[in-house]
């Protein structure tokens, strides 16, 4: 009976999982900058770039999530429109630097209700994680695994801070209240999530943080949240099937004369990865 279980479990476990698929468009975005994209191959991400002036006719089926820089114009066309839909069918939308280049901030999906303030140079090297209650700050899943140490002197960490959230929670602050860094709201089935953090140009740089660092987890728990906890059907359908392969064989070792539990193979699975709030590595 363990040997059935566990080939059950490698059953389910087996189901081949697709890596997360992210469309990035920016200026801050160089697809031929090393330290940038073997940042991004290292978190076992897939990502797929885009120049800015391309953005709007681009179709966004198939992917994710989408990462955009605010140091950027993206031109006329539906572009937020198609983010909102986007969003609303599950996608992930993450905004660094929004309202402090070309676009200004009602161009951006739910954009009109935020203020900011440019404080670059020198920018905001401090960056805290707000209280766990209010708003719901360490406790959410953009900073799972995520500390004040690992967000802060990026050189600079943020260009300036939002002054006015709207309705969006806020994650992290200069350390002043009233002044936020990073901004989360959901959107249908997806996120929505706005930093001043200047994520790309850090994971670009030549400090050349890596995909271990905190900035390269930021961007990990943004493209990979989900709004929907419950497990894949082809992983139940998996599950059920080997609960009831084993019920016919319980019931076959209790009908057939001479049964021998020799007859079964037992099938060993490898200790499974512990689960952690960043990447396995």
Known sequence: MTGLLAFTWLMLTAVPTQATTMLVSGNAMNQFNANLTNAITGLGLQAVFV????????????????????????????????LMAFM???????????????????????????????????????ISIVDTTSPVGANHPVNQGLNNAG???WGASAYGYFSGIGGFTGLTTTGTAGE????????????????????SQYLGGQSNPGAGSEAAYFLNNVVTLSSNPVPEPSSISLFL????????????????PGWKSSSLRVVTVSPLCTSTNKPCR
């Open 180 to 199: 936020w860094i990073t901004l989360v709201s959901p959107v249908g089935a997806g996120y929505l999530v706005y930093t001043q953090q200047g994520l």
């Open 241 to 256: 099937l080997g609960l009831g392969f084993i019920s016919l064989l319980a019931i076959k070792k209790h009908q057939t």
């Open 51 to 82: 120049e800015p002036s391309n953005f709007a006719a681009t179709n966004l089926a198939g992917f994710d999530a989408v990462w955009l820089d605010g140091f950027s114009q993206y031109g006329s066309g539906n572009w937020s429109a198609n």
């Open 88 to 126: 609303n069918g599950g996608g992930k939308v993450f905004v660094q630097n929004p309202g402090f280049g070309s676009e200004g901030f009602s161009a951006y999906p739910l954009g009109a209700q935020l203020n900011a303030i440019f404080t670059y140079p020198p920018g905001q090297e401090s």
């Open 151 to 153: 967000l802060s002197n």
